[in-house]
């Protein structure tokens, strides 16, 4: 079992920043591969960011390309979602996940290891 607890939602104004945290424990040696999905009202979950723990290799969901940035601090299992020049369509539940192997990195179905989420609201 591996445990994941987000942190570092908010509300912010158009073109703001925000830091995701997600601070895994237990049986993380069984995983490699986080992503960040986000799932708006009435809407579905998307796919936004994946990393593997490995070697640092990422993917981006196009509409965050260039704005957001993935990454991990191994010693601390901590994965980091830096969230830039941020829009009101990103206003959603943050929700970080965990598997164990990086094929098929943007399809949430093959996660299984699901954090509580975090609420992050851009205001415009």
């Known amino acids: 079992q591996v445990q994941l607890v987000e942190s570092g939602g908010g509300l912010v104004q158009t073109g703001g920043s925000l830091r995701l945290s997600c601070a895994a424990s237990g049986r993380t040696f069984s995983k490699n591969a986080m992503g960040w999905f986000r799932q708006a009202p009435g809407k579905e979950r998307e796919f936004v960011a994946a990393i593997r723990w490995s070697d640092g290799s990422t993917d981006y969901a196009n509409s965050v390309r260039g704005r957001f940035t993935i990454s991990r601090d191994n010693a601390k299992n901590t994965v980091y979602l830096q969230m830039n020049n941020l829009r009101p369509e990103d206003t959603a539940v943050y929700y970080c996940?965990?598997?164990?192997?990086?094929?098929?990195?943007?399809?949430?179905?093959?996660?299984?290891?699901w954090g509580q989420g975090t609420q992050v609201t851009v205001s415009s």
């Open positions: 996940a965990a598997k164990r192997s990086f094929t098929t990195p943007r399809a949430a179905r093959d996660y299984d290891s």
